[in-house]
């Protein structure tokens, strides 16, 4: 009573809702949002690392006292403010520096577009997964009726000496099987829900009514566009890594306003030579530039280059793998699709045969005409025709949205209600 009890609250707590209401759900993804933010992190180290090419502007200021011991020509103290203006006028790497950074960026973007469709395609295969095995379920159900139909009526028999004892025993052990095949099944069904609710964060209990149409668009695979801005990373690369054979040129202007605190008075015999010739407040202005070259470094620099250089050349195989690897893919999952609609007639016409002969047969069964054997075969293959009709329509479905997902589409652009 307690765990019917717990059933109830349970599905009284679920929502109800179609495919297309799910999948809007997915934007409170923990893991999306997670690569969201890893996302807008990169946004900001590009926008970083272009604005640090940019002159920068610092303000330095302090206090100065000579105590005790001074030069002659030391003041007492110096108050000192200065504005430094430093820019990086050449380091041999500023305009890769800037795209890397520009492509990493869109690198993480389109990851976390593919992390979307991802969850997408979980939610598409979850979503039917769980429909196929309520209507499994809504079999067993009905082949546990049958059953105990079968079993009270046996025993009926079995009372009067009609039906031997060990038909009874195999009904009963029948049943039990079933029952058990069915606990199996709505565990399954309590697993799907539990793994909807992680992608979504909502308790969704999945309605009938909805559809995945296909698209004749070019392959636009995540995978193959992914590989394409790593290689063209591992070109910048590259080219980052001969920055070590360049000069870097700088330059630096500082200007500043100091105060003085002279003591005259200990200067009071030179008082008219040094007087004209020392300023209580002064401003200077100094202007440096200035390069440096690193023209040895053991070779350093060469290997640099020359793990750039293969770091590159994997990344194209590896872009070239990826746009074969989508394209046979395609063309497979093509030919699943096709199977799998002839597989649904096959099993359409098998489910048919299978009920005129389940009811041929229960009809002799009751007359005595055939054994229980074939009652009980006759019966598995009718409810099995069913269940395997409704786990191949769900296998169509789900097989329809991992093509758009390796075409690099959208799921939910192409799931429609019914």
Known sequence: MKKLSLSLLMSCALCAGNLQLMLKSIENNEQLKAKNYETQSKEKTFESIKYKYYPSVSLQGGFVSFDLDKYLVNPNNILSASVAIDALIYDGKREQ??????????????????????????????YYSY????????????????????????EKLNQV???????????????????????????????????IYLITNEHYKPLKGSAVLL????????????????????????????????????????????????GYTFYTPFNSTFTSRVKDKMFSNVLFIGFSWNIFAFGADKKAYESAKLASLSAKELYMFSKKNASEKEKLLNLKIDNLK??????????????????SIAKKYEAGLVGYVEYLNALESSQGALAKLSFVKAKLEITKAELLYNKGLKISDFVIDL
């Open 342 to 359: 002839e597989e649904i007639i096959a099993n359409e016409k098998v489910l048919q045969a299978s009920e005129l002969a389940f009811s």
């Open 131 to 154: 429909l196929a095995l309520a209507q499994n379920i809504e079999y067993k159900n009905k082949h546990i009726e049958y059953l105990k139909a079968s079993l009270n009526r046996l």
């Open 161 to 195: 000496g009609l039906r031997p004892d060990d038909e009874l025993e195999i009904f009963r052990a029948k049943l039990e099987l079933v029952k058990n095949e069915l606990q199996n099944l709505n565990y399954q069904k309590d697993e799907i829900l539990s793994n």
């Open 97 to 126: 520096n800037i795209k890397l950074s520009k492509k990493d960026y869109e690198l993480n973007k389109l990851e976390e577009e593919k992390i979307k469709n991802e969850l997408e395609l979980k939610l598409v295969s979850l």
């Open 215 to 262: 698209n004749d668009k070019e392959n636009n695979s995540y995978d193959v566009r992914i590989s394409a801005l790593k290689d063209e990373m591992g070109e910048l690369n590259k080219e980052l890594s001969l920055a070590g054979f360049k000069p870097i040129i700088f330059a630096k202007n500082i200007t500043g306003l100091s105060k003085n605190n002279i």
